[in-house]
């Protein structure tokens, strides 16, 4: 059984220890964390402060993580940690305790940094993202454009892999509806 | 003697997909989310069907565009990053626990 024998014990007591985990776990997820913190904040600043906050907290967890999955389970502490800075510096935003689909929905509107070769289309995909709304397009936006997997991209939103997919599914669908009406690829009947 | 429904299953097993099936199963493919045996089914009809192959073409140029929206990292954030985490990698940022 592959799995149980690289599963960490749930107690490591060293702090050598601690700090060999973090660096095979933690290190190597850096830059991830860093464009999906980019993606929730949408301000470079807050993204370094939220990603350095999200690395203590790794840190402080390490002994209880059970080697499985890296990725997903710091993408949890990064969403968590979002949600208690909003708390803590955004009141406002208790009734939509993470804002995460909304800050999503902004940076989806920028940042187009391929000119593409084919600039009618990829310019009609940017107004179908524009129409999307805000839970198929963060779904776009953490999958299709960041790069996660269904299942890490779950982590983030803080809904079920399943529930991800059928989302992009279906914004996927809208997109590809719009190119249709626009000319740019028309159904074959 | 040969039981119909068992031949009917090998053979729904084996041959290619409708239209209608590429429809349902044509992003689970493209997003090699798709178990094998479907996959290979998909893919045949994809090799005849001119519709579902225009069709395929369409989610591919959608999702290569997508992915070419990645804004980049700033560098330096990163580096500071990096930094801060191999210290905390060595032990040299103290950290509460």
């Known amino acids: 059984m592959r799995r149980h024998t690289q599963r960490v014990p749930s107690r490591v007591s060293s702090p050598e220890a601690s700090q060999a985990l973090f660096e095979r776990h933690v290190l190597p997820e850096i830059e991830v964390l860093l464009r999906v913190a980019r993606s929730l904040t949408r301000n470079n600043a807050d993204a370094e402060d939220l990603v350095q906050d999200t690395l203590l907290r790794a840190y402080r967890a390490i002994e209880r993580f059970d080697g499985r999955h890296p990725r997903a389970w710091l993408l949890t502490i990064l969403r968590n940690t979002h949600i208690n800075r909003n708390r803590r510096q955004r009141p406002e935003l208790l009734r939509d305790p993470d804002g995460t689909s909304r800050q999503l929905n902004e940076l989806a509107a920028v940042d187009v940094t391929d000119a593409g070769v084919d600039a009618g289309f990829d310019a009609e ?43 992009l599914h279906r914004a996927r669908g809208r997109i590809r509806d719009r190119l249709d009406r626009a000319g740019l690829a028309p159904r074959s009947h | 003697m040969k039981k119909p429904w068992k031949s009917l299953f090998r053979s729904s097993a084996k041959r290619p997909m409708t239209c209608g099936e590429v429809g349902e199963w044509l992003q689970h493919y493209l997003d090699g989310a798709l178990d094998d045996r479907r996959s290979e089914r998909l893919a045949a009809h994809l090799e005849d069907c001119r519709r579902c192959g225009l069709e395929a073409d369409t989610y591919e140029r959608i999702k290569h ?18 930094e801060f985490g191999a210290r905390i990698a060595r032990g040299d940022e103290p950290v509460e626990r």
């Open chain 1, 125 to 167: 995909i940017e107004r179908a993202l524009a129409e999307l709304d805000e839970p198929f397009r963060s779904a776009v936006q953490l999958v299709d454009v960041e790069g996660l997997t269904y299942a890490e991209a779950a982590e983030v939103l803080g809904v079920p892999a399943g529930t991800v997919m059928s989302r």
């Open chain 2, 65 to 82: 565009s997508l992915a070419g929206r990645q804004p980049s990292v700033p560098a330096d954030s990163l580096a500071r990053l990096r």
